[in-house]
């Protein structure tokens, strides 16, 4: 979402929307006491950020290391074409793989970059063989396999730091 399409929000929006980034399963009940408002204001709050757009859906934060997939690949595709034709069918054929978690067109010398999650350095060949070179107008492939994560977030805290105008 940018700017001119940003959701005009105060400060208790802000509160709740903290809350819910540190535990999306809070009841209503829970974020009342938390933001000092009653649970029918907060559930009726919630209902409007949902309704705009600005609350997206929930879901659990999954250790993809403890389910068996403890690497993870920065993968860099460049394409032979950047023709509306090559993109749309480039994309198409990504969103039908399995073991890519993350995709975006981006800028620079790069014209996708992806994240993908495997059991090993030999079901990552197995990615890059099956998945990856078999990917429509693809003209290079880099990857980085990630040594440590540092920090991950799913919204950045400067976000929710926001203040109404």
Do not use: W
Not at 25 to 34: F, M
Not at 51 to 63: K, N, P, V
Not at 66 to 88: D, K, N, P, W, Y
């Amino acid at each position: 979402m940018n700017e001119t399409n940003a959701v005009a929000l105060d400060t208790t929006d802000y509160r709740i929307l903290r809350e819910l980034g540190v535990d999306g399963r809070a009841s209503d009940v829970a974020l009342s006491e938390r933001v000092n408002l009653s649970s029918t204001a907060v559930a009726r709050r919630r209902k409007i950020l949902e309704e705009r757009g600005a609350i997206t859906g929930y879901s659990a934060d999954l250790d993809l290391a403890r389910l068996g997939f403890g690497i993870t690949v920065i993968v860099m595709i460049e394409l032979s074409s950047q023709a509306e034709q090559a993109l749309v069918e480039f994309e198409t054929a990504v969103i039908a793989c399995p073991s890519m978690s993350y995709c975006s067109f981006v800028s620079g010398n790069t014209d996708f970059l992806m994240i993908v999650h495997v059991r090993s350095f030999a079901d990552y060949d197995r990615v890059y063989r099956s998945e990856l070179s078999t990917l429509p107008h693809v003209a290079k492939i880099r990857s980085s396999f990630v040594m440590r994560e540092v920090m991950q977030r799913s919204v950045p805290p400067a976000a929710l730091n926001a203040q109404p105008a």
